[in-house]
T-cell receptor
Framework: KAGVTQTPRYLIKTRGQQVTLSCSPI?????VSWYQQTPGQGLQFLFE???????NKGNFPGRFSGRQFSNSRSEMNVSTLELGDSALYLC?????????????????FGEGSRLTVL | AQSVTQLDSHVSVSEGTPVLLRCNYS??????LFWYVQHPNKGLQLLLK??????LVKGINGFEAEFKKSETSFHLTKPSAHMSDAAEYFC??????????????FGKGTTLSVSS
């Protein structure tokens, strides 16, 4: 069974640009969550999608957005990039029908997309 | 609100010696707790989970953790470290949110170094 696939793995952008990251979950998983990982703030929850609907959202500005398609693939977009957006963005999928796997903790993570903003 | 505190940012052990990674949690209700591991340039992998069943939880690769409600702790241990255990470890609690569903709250992480 293929794991969670994130593309691109690495990218470099400049301030003010926008970026779109893609995540393909494990086949059959309907929940996709996004996390931002930085040395200073650690891992922070961005949002979770389930059946094309955003079900949970973290405390990030509106520049961070996402969506999920009917095949459960998800994208996240960051507009008007700032230097502080440099991070590893992790996608995780879950088969949980309720809440992104949080009760069971069984999130399956991709290897991440490392974004550098210059 | 739920939170986790990993008491050590860095732990160094010798191969073959025991490993102890400490985690305290705060939760207003009976929590679900987890340990995840992240190897360099890799995603996170679930090591083990506590969801109100047995207080001693066994995970993969010989790791185990004990839930102690009186101490609000969920420390991760392994009897004998292996070089391949060198990685970053995250203690995690599930956060019940006001809207439907929950999210995972991660600790800041503990980097485990293993020397030969």
């Amino acid at each position: 069974k293929a794991g969670v696939t994130q593309t691109p793995r690495y990218l470099i952008k400049t301030r003010g640009q926008q970026v779109t990251l893609s995540c393909s979950p494990i086949s059959g998983h309907r929940s996709v969550s996004w996390y931002q990982q930085t040395p200073g703030q650690g891992l922070q929850f961005l949002f979770e999608y389930f059946s094309e609907t955003q079900r949970n959202k973290g405390n990030f500005p509106g520049r961070f957005s996402g969506r999920q398609f009917s095949n459960s693939r998800s994208e996240m977009n960051v507009s008007t990039l700032e230097l502080g957006d440099s991070a590893l963005y992790l996608c995780a999928s879950s088969s949980s029908l309720t809440s992104g796997g949080a009760e069971t903790g069984e999130l399956f993570f991709g290897e991440g997309s490392r974004l550098t903003v210059l | 609100a739920q939170s986790v505190t990993q008491l050590d940012s860095h732990v160094s052990v010798s191969e073959g010696t025991p490993v102890l990674l400490r985690c305290n949690y705060s939760s207003s209700y009976s929590p679900s707790l987890f340990w995840y591991v992240q190897h360099p340039n890799k995603g996170l992998q679930l090591l083990l989970k506590y969801t109100s069943a047995a207080t001693l939880v066994k995970g993969i690769n010989g790791f185990e953790a004990e839930f102690k409600k009186s101490e609000t702790s969920f420390h991760l241990t392994k009897p004998s470290a292996h070089m391949s255990d060198a990685a970053e470890y995250f203690c995690v609690v599930s956060q019940r949110r006001s809207q439907a569903g929950t999210a995972l709250i991660f600790g800041k992480g503990t980097t485990l170094s293993v020397s030969s």
